[in-house]
């Protein structure tokens, strides 16, 4: 490799090193902050939302009091931080559409007609009345 090249790739290597140690360093204090708001009663996900926000919006990064206090302002706030709205609602279950004589279809129809489903299975014939005597050919 040419001397110009390995310098390129001396820096690249150092830039690298440098940047992870800064994502590490960053994340460290991500975590600190999150837990001095959850000792705060901060919702978790609020913790971690407000806690960003506040890590974008200060200049000194390092102050760890000063981005509890940022962010804890955040929460306090009681504004959502993101602006998704979010789907608490509960899907409902499609009732599903059987077949006639399906044995699924005659004990739904029987729960809804509130009778039991061994009767109603018995009485659309997909439970005999003797098997045993069918069987051996006793009628």
């Not at 490799?1 to 790739?9: F, T, V």
């Not at 993101?82 to 699924?104: H, L, Q, V, W």
């Amino acid at each position: 490799m040419s001397e110009l090249e390995s310098q390129k790739l001396e820096e690249v290597r150092r830039l690298a090193r440098t940047q992870q140690k800064q994502s590490k360093y960053s994340s460290e204090i991500l975590r600190h902050v999150i837990l001095e708001l959850l000792k705060l009663d901060v919702e978790p996900s609020l913790a971690k939302e407000c806690t960003e926000k506040a890590l974008n919006s200060c200049d000194d990064k390092e102050n760890i009091p000063s981005l509890v206090k940022a962010a804890y302002t955040f929460a306090l706030q009681g504004k959502p931080v993101k602006s998704e709205p979010s789907d608490n609602k509960r899907e409902t279950k499609a009732k599903p559409k059987y077949p006639e004589g399906d044995i699924r279809g005659i004990v739904a129809s029987a729960k809804k007609e509130k009778i039991p489903a061994y009767a109603a299975l018995k009485q659309a014939g997909a439970i005999k009345d003797d098997p045993l005597g069918e069987f051996l050919g006793v009628t």
